[in-house]
């Protein structure tokens, strides 16, 4: 007998063709919601093996309260199980067909992970780096991101917000438990979340997983995070900070070299 994943590949595969139209025409860019993708038991217990984590996100001012590990797969065998999925042949097949791009998930998964939103956190809009820093002919050219939020609400926030930055259009998707939300990255394609209202006790928890296509060689400029806050009581400060933040950084990694990698 052949083991159950914790993802439903066979739904993915079944329903290829429309999930592909759904990606490509999404507006305001391109991206798909796939609801109760995952077996609910597993991820229910899954979920419930994860602690309070203590490794603070290095976003700086543009996050806050914000906490991560990139290795998730070492809580438990179901979060390592989950893990395997993200990065699999099949995820890897699916991705690949929807986008119409030959595209990988990262082993490695650099930057991305267990993350938990604690008391008010937020995530200031943002554009993905484009190319891998370590891997530099890696494209970035999807975001995954499986939401764990228990009995969530509409009113406790933390929506996953996405902008076109060419049109402004703008749309915000709901981040209810056992959902997975499969975003373009490109140098349009905003997203970041408000400051949420959870309840005591409560976090907002996704995984972030990342997908990459390969270039024979770079043809964009390299760039780290691009910020672009925007919620009330930001600072011209800030905004001039998110604007500057690749050139602040390029200045910084090569003076003491990069922090992301540390982040396990």
């Not at 650099?110 to 008010?120: A, M, P, V, Y």
């Amino acid at each position: 007998k052949t083991k159950k994943n914790m993802i439903n590949f066979k739904f993915l595969e079944n329903n290829k063709e429309k999930l592909r139209l759904q990606y490509l025409t999404a507006k305001p860019f391109p991206h798909l919601v796939l609801k109760d993708i995952c077996d609910e038991e597993k991820l229910i217990k899954a979920y419930e093996s994860i602690p309070v984590l203590d490794n603070k996100s290095r976003d700086y001012m543009f996050a806050k309260n914000k906490f991560e590990k990139s290795n998730y797969g070492e809580i438990s065998p179901l979060l390592k199980e989950l893990q395997e999925d993200l990065s699999s042949k099949k995820m890897n097949e699916f991705l690949s067909y929807i986008t119409v791009r030959n595209i990988f998930v990262d082993p490695k998964n650099h930057g991305g992970g267990l993350h938990q939103g604690r008391k008010s956190s937020f995530l200031d809009m943002h554009l993905d780096y484009n190319y891998h820093p370590i891997n530099n002919n890696w494209w970035r050219e999807v975001n995954l991101l499986l939401y764990m939020n228990k009995d969530w609400k509409q009113e406790y926030g933390g929506h996953l917000e996405l902008k076109d930055l060419r049109t402004g259009e703008e749309k915000s998707c709901d981040v209810d438990f056992n959902t997975l939300i499969i975003q373009q990255c490109h140098d349009y394609t905003l997203h970041g979340y408000k400051p949420t209202k959870f309840p005591e006790g409560n976090f907002r928890t996704s995984i972030a997983t990342y997908a990459f296509s390969n270039h024979i060689q770079q043809i964009y400029d390299q760039r780290t995070t691009d910020w672009f806050p925007d919620k009330e009581g930001d600072s011209i400060i800030k905004k001039w900070l998110g604007r500057n933040f690749t050139k602040l950084v390029s200045v910084k990694s090569k003076v003491f070299g990069s922090g992301t990698a540390k982040n396990q």
